[in-house]
């Protein structure tokens, strides 16, 4: 998703008026190395890129945990917060964002 400058703005006061914050720097893809099951059922490693749209869009944005000891517990592994990138994500599309796009983005 791009962003018309005054809708990416309104976008990163949204996100830091729900708790979040930019992260600083591009977007840039990163290799990385997993373990994927192949047609026999077995499991091999797989070299894999992710996606990187190369401008400064990224976001921390918090997320609700469960109440009582599994939300502690999630809380303790670092859930709780999602690291995010307005292009490659379509942050403009999340419902809890979508309210603040009005320019011409798309």
């Known amino acids: 998703m791009q962003y018309h400058p ?3 703005l309104r976008l990163a006061e949204e996100v830091e008026r ?11 893809a990163r ?3 997993m373990k ?5 059922g077995e499991e091999r490693w ?3 890129t992710t996606t990187g749209c190369g401008q400064e869009a990224r976001f921390l944005v918090p997320y609700a945990l469960p109440q009582g000891k599994l ?3 999630m809380e303790k592994r670092g859930a709780g917060v999602v690291e995010a990138c307005a292009v490659d994500d379509d942050m ?4 809890r964002f979508a ?7 798309f």
């Open 6 to 8: 005054d809708d990416f």
């Open 18 to 28: 729900q708790h979040g914050t930019s992260v600083p720097g591009p977007h840039n």
């Open 31 to 33: 290799r990385l190395r």
């Open 36 to 40: 994927r099951p192949d047609a026999d």
């Open 46 to 48: 797989q070299d894999a």
């Open 71 to 73: 939300g502690k517990a």
């Open 92 to 95: 403009g599309k999340w419902p």
């Open 99 to 105: 309210n603040v796009i009005q320019e011409d983005s």
